[in-house]
T-cell receptor
Framework: NAGVTQTPKFRVLKTGQSMTLLCAQD?????MYWYRQDPGMGLRLIHY???????AKGEVPDGYNVSRLKKQNFLLGLESAAPSQTSVYFC????????????FGQGTRLTVV | AQSVTQLGSHVSVSEGALVLLRCNYS??????LFWYVQYPNQGLQLLLK??????LVKGINGFEAEFKKSETSFHLTKPSAHMSDAAEYFC????????????FGSGTRLQVQP
């Protein structure tokens, strides 16, 4: 049981390049999330999904797009990377119970130069 | 709106000393509260969670937290720090809303001195 798996783990992009981060979960969770982590700011919600085929904006969605074509996968896209998007990105999934915890992937460290 | 405030971005204790990491929440409805730990270059791991069943919650690795509604607090404690406790700790709150997302505090980095 792998839990939540993120690929890639590291990536360096040039300004203006695009990329997609993949998140896969094997716990049959309905809810999935993308967060970014920056020093002193905790984790901030970028986008989320409450089920297959649904997506919605979080607190910091600008510059990112997401898709959830399959229940187990949640993709985060950067169409034109900017240095301000240098961060560590975490995917998480959660079951439908009110008191369930979120399970996190190991993170993707992205540097935009 | 819900929010979480963690007082102290860095806390340093000696090995064997009491660990106290502070978390205050702001919520207009009863919250669900969580503490997560992040070791270097890793993801977040759940330490414990409050779900209204009991105000004193015990978690993994000897940590516990007490929910105090009157103080809107959910502080994390451990009687005796180990070197292996050095990590970053995040308090998070969740409401029973459609998206069920967690809102995180800014984190507290715990250093344990030998």
């Amino acid at each position: 049981n792998a839990g939540v798996t993120q690929t890639p783990k590291f990536r360096v992009l040039k300004t203006g390049q695009s990329m997609t981060l993949l998140c896969a979960q094997d716990m049959n969770h309905e809810y999935m999330y993308w967060y970014r982590q920056d020093p002193g700011m905790g984790l901030r919600l970028i986008h989320y999904s409450v089920g297959e085929g649904t997506t919605a904006k979080g607190e910091v969605p600008d510059g990112y797009n997401v898709s959830r074509l399959k229940k187990q996968n949640f993709l985060l896209g950067l169409e034109s990377a900017a240095p301000s998007q240098t961060s560590v990105y975490f995917c998480a999934s959660r079951g439908t119970g009110i008191n369930t915890e979120a399970f996190f992937g190991q993170g993707t460290r992205l540097t935009v130069v | 709106a819900q929010s979480v405030t963690q007082l102290g971005s860095h806390v340093s204790v000696s090995e064997g000393a009491l660990v106290l990491l502070r978390c205050n929440y702001s919520s207009s409805v009863p919250p669900y509260l969580f503490w997560y730990v992040q070791y270097p270059n890793q993801g977040l791991q759940l330490l414990l969670k409050y779900t209204s069943a009991a105000t004193l919650v015990k978690g993994i690795n000897g940590f516990e937290a007490e929910f105090k509604k009157s103080e809107t607090s959910f502080h994390l404690t451990k009687p005796s720090a180990h070197m292996s406790d050095a990590a970053e700790y995040f308090c998070a709150v969740s409401l029973d809303t459609g998206r069920r997302a967690l809102t995180f505090g800014s984190g507290t980095r715990l250093q344990v001195q030998p």
